[in-house]
Each structure stands twice: as structure tokens, then as C-alpha cells.
């Protein structure tokens, strides 16, 4: 099956600063998601990005399927970002979502 | 609803009790998922239905768990003869793709309900 690796697994970062987290997946996909799960456990659907790039807000994120990666910026950090972002794949016609390990963000004031 | 309501949000169970966990999707969408996440580590995919239709299940651990979406909508997810290994949070996803992605909807996620299994 797909495999999905995240890094780094844990970053601890100081309100205002910027970062940068990744994900490399092993083969082909067609669908790629980045999802952020708060303290409390929701997981909120941040992007929905087979490739190309695109910003919300702080956030940003850019998939390069030819080259297997995406990369998910947060810009200005805040302490509300902190929790846990997870990348999620799956082949074309294939509902199996797989999800990496999980990027731990703590924003401190 | 505006959103996916799963409940109940915590349970506790006695080994070899059997329950029940509740998924009610967002109205209107096809596709609903159920993931388990263990503690520290990321969702893990058990089973998905397309409409009434459990079109993948090769995700359930075991024969003790059960799913079903009989009318399309609200769908229940059964473990029989609880574990402890079954100690875990049970998401629930729906979307309006047939295929995840197809339309560029992606998932919405419930908030989860947290088995534990003493």
C-alpha cells in the first residue's frame, strides 16, 4: 500500500514564526489532503490539494506529484495553530485515505 | 445537519460488551468512512459505504466489527465482544464525492467518539 511519511514528527515553534512541514508519499496519487486536528480531537479539513498550490489565510500548501512531496507553510504562527497536522492520499478511484504519522505543533506565546 | 454528529462522544465499555457507535453525515453526502485512531498515532481506515452500499471493508480488524448504512444516510459501526485493543477513537468522514476528491469536496470529519474498553 501507499506509504505516507511526515516530518519532522514534533515541532515546537515561538508565536510570529513561520514553518514548514512535509509530506512525502511513495507512490502516484490523486487525491491529498492536509487535515489539522486540534487539542480537543476535531480534524478540520484545511486542503484539498492533488497538486498545484494554494493559500488560505496563514496557511499554504503546495503538492508536486511528479516529485511525490507536499509541503503545508504556516506563516505568523499562533498558539490557536497548535495540534497536530495530518497529510492524507489515496489513488484515483480509491476511497482507502492513508494517513501519515502526524506533524505535533506546539505554538508558544 | 451542518455537520457530521457522531455519538456518543465517550464510552466506556466492559470487555466483551458489545456496542454501538453512531454516524450521522452531513445531508446529501454519498461517501461515508469510518477510521480508527489509537492513541499517538494517525486515522487508520476501516470501511467505507457509497450510499447504502459497503463497497470496502478491508479495513475492519476483525469479524467482531460490523457496519451498516441501511437507508444511505446515518450509518452504525458494531464491535462485539469488546478487546482492549479496541480502546480507541472511532471518526467517522463523509463527503459529497463519489470518489474522494472526484469533485474537489474532499472529507468532513465527525468528532469522533472515544471507546475505551476496561
Known amino acids: 500500500g501507499i506509504q505516507v511519511e511526515q516530518s519532522p514528527p514534533d515541532l515546537i515553534l515561538q508565536e510570529g514564526a513561520n514553518s514548514t512541514l512535509r509530506c512525502n508519499f511513495s507512490?502516484?496519487?490523486?487525491?491529498l489532503q492536509w487535515f489539522h486536528q486540534n487539542p480537543w480531537g476535531q480534524l478540520i479539513n484545511l486542503f484539498y490539494?492533488?497538486?498545484g498550490t494554494k493559500q488560505n489565510g496563514r496557511l499554504s500548501a503546495t503538492t508536486v506529484a511528479t516529485e511525490r512531496y507536499s509541503l503545508l507553510y504556516i506563516s505568523s504562527s499562533q498558539t490557536t495553530d497548535s495540534g497536530v497536522y495530518f497529510c492524507a492520499v489515496a489513488l484515483a478511484n480509491n476511497n482507502d485515505m492513508r494517513f501519515g504519522a502526524g506533524t505535533r505543533l506546539t505554538v508558544k506565546p | 445537519g451542518a455537520g457530521v454528529s457522531q455519538s456518543p462522544r465517550y464510552k466506556v465499555a466492559k470487555r466483551g460488551q458489545d456496542v454501538a457507535l453512531r454516524c450521522d453525515p452531513i445531508?446529501?453526502?454519498?461517501?461515508l468512512f469510518w477510521y480508527q485512531q489509537a492513541l499517538g498515532q494517525g486515522p487508520e481506515f476501516l470501511t467505507y459505504f457509497q450510499n447504502e452500499a459497503q463497497l470496502d471493508k478491508s479495513g475492519l480488524p476483525s469479524d467482531r466489527f460490523f457496519a451498516e448504512r441501511p437507508e444511505g444516510s446515518v450509518s452504525t459501526l458494531k464491535i462485539q465482544r469488546t478487546q482492549q485493543e479496541d480502546s480507541a477513537v472511532y471518526l467517522c468522514?463523509?463527503?459529497?464525492?463519489?470518489?474522494?476528491?472526484?469533485?474537489?469536496?474532499?472529507?468532513?470529519f465527525g468528532s469522533g467518539t472515544r471507546l475505551t474498553v476496561v
Open positions: 490539494i492533488p497538486s
Open positions: 468522514a463523509s463527503s459529497l464525492d463519489q470518489f474522494v476528491g472526484q469533485g474537489g469536496y474532499g472529507y468532513t
Open positions: 445531508s446529501g453526502h454519498v461517501s
Open positions: 507512490d502516484s496519487v490523486n487525491n
